[in-house]
C-alpha cells in the first residue's frame, strides 16, 4: 500500500499514530499500577528449586519436574511449600513451548493453593517473544496456534502482500507466515493470553539470600533494588509496545520487517509521506523519534538483564567490580543465572561460588544437554539432573578456560607438556606456527626458540596469571623441537592482533567488554615489569577476549613503570585493591 494515494489516508494514519498509542497506554497502565504492589523477594524459604533454559523440551522439563518431586505422574503440584523457580527461556527452539507455559501457569495456581509458589523469571526470548523478534520461533511453535487465526485474516493478509509485492509473491508470503503466524502474534500481544502474562511477570527475584535472573547484572543494574529493577524493564518492554502498536497502525512498520530494521525502515517511509499536513508530519515524525528511543532502551539491549553474559563468560577479576556492588545492593550472596549454556553441559559455579550457572541445555536437540536442577535447603547449594539416578551433589567450580572455547586450561597445558608436536609454516623470525596433540584431542600453538633466561621469564608471566586468575596469559610450558628449546603456548582457532584491528580498522566487539580486560592487562605488565608490551603483542580471540603474549622482558630490576605505563598508566579497577598501581583507563585504540 502506497503512502500517496490521499491526503485523508496520511491524515487518518497520522492521527492513528496519536490516538492508537493514547488506547494502548490506558489499557496496559492498570496493568503497571497493580504489578508495583507485587512482591518480587521472600524470607525464609526452607526449600527453593531452580531450573533454566526449556526452549520448548516439555518432555525433559516434567522428567525433571518429577524427579525433584515437585510434581506427580500426572503432573499436579505435590511440592507442598516449595518454590520451585524457572530462569526464563521457556520459549524458542522446541516445538512445545505452549505446552510448557500452560504448565507452568497451571502450577503457579495449584503452588499458591499448597503454600508454595512457581516463579517465572523473563528470559530474553520471551521477551523477543512479545516485541516480535522472531529469529529462533520454529514451526512447531506456530502451528500450535493455526486453529486460532481469526477467520480470513490469513486471506485478506497475503491478498495485500500480492497486490503490494507483484503476483508471485505468495509463495513468499506462505514462507515468511507459516500456518499459525498470525495466531502466534495475537496470544503473544499485549492483549493476548501469553502476552498478558509474560509482561506481569519478573525480570530479576530474590530469594533467601540468592538472586534468580536469567542472564545477569551488568552496569545498566548498578545501584537499582530488585523491584526498581523490575520496574524499569517492565517499562521499557511497554514502551516499545506502545510505540511499534502506533507505527504498525500507520504503516510505518509492517509485518514482514526485521525486528533489527523496524526504526530505519519506519524513518525511511515517513520520509516518502508528501501529502499530510504540517501537524500530521509532526506527530509521526514524534512518534519514530519516541520509538527509536525506546528500541535503544538499556534494558533491552545487550547490557540488559536477560541478555547480558558477564557472570557467565567474562574475567572474573574484572567482572567483579560489577556483580559485587550489585549483590551487595540486592543483599545476597548468591546470583543463579541461566542463558549461557554451561560449556561441558553440567551446573558450575563462579565467582568462589558466588554464581550459579545452571543451564546445562535442557533441550537435547538443539544442545545436546540435560534437564539440571538446583535444590537450595538447609542441606546447602546442590544439583541433580534428571536423566541421572545419583543424589543431588555439590556443585563445581567451573575450571578457567584461556584460548580455547572447548578444552578448560588445565587440559590444555597437559596437550603443550606431553603432546606430539607438528610443525607447520614460519610466523615470524624465531616463531613457527604448530599443533600439538595428545589423547585425541589437538591444540593449535606457536613455538617460540629463546633464551633460557627469556623462557623463564615466559613461564613466570603465566604462573603469576594463574595464581591471579586473569586468564589472559595463554597456556605456556617449556619444550624442544626440532632440537631447540624454547616456549610452546597455545593460541585460539581465531585469532586477530591489535595491530590487524589498527590497520584494517577492523570493529571490534564481543559480549565482554574491552576496557576492563585492557585495565587488568595494565595492572599485569605494571606487576610484572613488562617492558615490551606492543600492539603485535595484544591478541584477541574468536570472541573478542583480551590475550596476551610476549614476556620476555619482564621480571626486570628497574623502579619505574614500564614507558608504555609511563605514557598511559594503568587503571585496574578496586577488584586488584587499594595496595596495586591504579589510575586512570584507556581504550585499546590508544595504545
Known amino acids: 500500500m502506497c503512502w500517496n494515494r490521499s491526503s485523508r ?40 528449586v531452580a531450573f533454566a533454559d526449556v526452549h520448548g523440551a516439555y518432555a525433559e522439563l516434567t522428567a525433571l519436574l518429577r524427579s525433584v518431586g515437585v510434581v506427580d505422574e500426572d503432573l499436579r503440584w505435590t511440592g507442598g511449600r516449595t518454590h520451585l523457580v524457572s530462569l526464563g527461556d521457556l520459549l524458542d527452539r522446541g516445538a512445545d513451548s505452549r505446552k510448557v507455559m500452560d504448565l507452568l501457569m497451571r502450577l503457579q495456581g495449584e503452588a499458591a493453593t499448597a503454600g508454595g509458589r512457581v516463579h517465572v523469571v523473563l528470559g ?11 529469529r529462533y520461533v520454529v514451526p512447531g511453535e506456530y502451528a500450535a496456534f493455526a486453529g486460532e487465526e481469526p477467520s480470513g485474516q490469513r486471506d485478506a493478509l497475503r491478498a495485500e502482500w500480492v497486490a503490494r509485492n507483484g503476483a508471485d509473491s505468495a509463495a513468499a508470503f506462505d514462507a515468511k507466515f507459516p500456518a499459525g503466524f498470525f495466531g502466534h502474534r495475537a496470544a503473544f500481544s499485549p492483549r493476548g493470553r501469553y502476552g498478558q502474562w509474560l509482561l506481569g511477570l519478573p525480570v530479576a527475584i530474590v530469594i533467601n539470600d540468592s538472586v534468580f535472573m536469567h542472564g545477569g547484572p551488568s552496569k545498566v543494574l548498578a545501584g537499582l533494588p530488585v523491584q526498581e529493577i523490575n520496574l524499569r524493564y517492565r ?62 532502551n538499556p534494558f533491552i539491549e545487550p547490557d540488559g538483564p536477560n541478555w547480558y553474559r558477564g557472570a557467565a563468560l567474562c574475567n572474573e577479576c574484572s567482572e567483579a567490580d560489577v556483580l559485587d556492588p550489585f549483590m551487595a545492593t540486592l543483599g545476597v550472596r548468591r546470583l543463579v543465572i541461566g542463558h549461557t549454556v554451561a560449556r561441558d553441559t553440567r551446573v558450575a559455579s563462579r565467582f568462589d561460588g558466588r554464581v550459579v550457572k545452571l543451564d546445562a541445555g535442557m533441550n537435547r536437540a538443539a544442545y545436546r544437554g540435560r534437564p539440571a536442577a538446583l535444590t537450595l535447603d538447609q542441606g546447602g547449594a546442590r544439583v541433580s539432573y534428571a536423566d541421572d539416578p545419583a543424589p543431588p551433589a555439590e556443585i563445581p567450580a567451573e575450571p578457567l578456560y584461556v584460548a580455547s572455547a572447548s578444552l578448560d586450561d588445565a587440559r590444555v597445558t597437559a596437550i603443550l607438556a606431553n603432546g606430539t608436536v607438528t610443525v607447520g609454516g614460519p610466523r615470524s623470525p624465531g616463531i613457527i606456527d604448530v599443533s600439538v596433540e595428545h589423547g585425541g584431542q589437538k591444540v593449535p600453538a606457536i613455538f617460540n626458540t629463546t633464551t633460557r633466561d627469556d623462557a623463564r621469564r615466559e613461564l613466570a608471566a603465566h604462573r603469576v596469571d594463574r595464581l591471579l586468575r586473569l586468564g589472559l596469559v595463554p597456556a605456556t610450558v617449556e619444550r624442544e623441537v626440532q632440537g631447540q628449546r624454547g616456549v610452546l603456548q597455545v593460541r585460539p582457532d581465531r585469532i586477530v592482533t ?33 617492558e615490551a608490551r606492543t600492539a603485535d603483542r595484544i591478541l584477541y580471540d574468536g570472541a573478542w577476549m583480551l590475550l596476551l603474549t610476549g614476556h620476555g622482558q619482564s621480571f626486570g630490576t628497574a623502579r619505574t613503570l614500564p614507558a608504555h605505563l609511563q605514557a598511559r598508566p594503568p587503571s585496574t579497577g578496586p577488584e586488584w585493591g587499594a595496595s596495586r598501581a591504579g589510575s586512570r583507563s584507556a581504550s585499546p585504540q590508544s595504545f
Open 124 to 134: 530474553n526470548h520471551e521477551a523477543m517473544n512479545v516485541l516480535g523478534d522472531l
Open 235 to 296: 517499562a521499557a518492554l511497554r514502551d516499545y509496545l506502545v510505540t511499534l502498536e502506533a507505527l504498525e497502525t500507520a504503516q510505518l512498520v509492517r509485518p514482514e520487517d526485521p525486528y533489527s530494521e523496524r526504526p530505519v525502515l519506519a524513518q525511511q517511509r515517513l520520509a516518502t509521506v508528501t501529502t499530510a499536513d504540517e501537524v500530521s508530519l509532526a506527530r509521526m515524525k514524534e512518534a519514530v523519534e519516541r520509538f527509536t528511543a525506546a528500541d535503544r
Open 498 to 530: 591489535l595491530a590487524d584491528v589498527q590497520r584494517d580498522k577492523l570493529r571490534v566487539g564481543g559480549w565482554c567488554a574491552l576496557e576492563p580486560q585492557y585495565e587488568l592487562m595494565y595492572g599485569f605488565d605494571a606487576l610484572i615489569g613488562n
Open 9 to 48: 489516508n496520511a491524515t487518518r494514519r497520522a492521527l492513528s499514530v496519536t490516538v492508537g498509542s493514547a488506547m494502548l497506554a490506558v489499557l496496559l497502565a492498570g496493568g503497571v499500577r497493580a504489578e508495583e504492589t507485587q512482591p518480587v523477594a521472600w524470607q525464609g524459604i526452607e526449600r527453593v
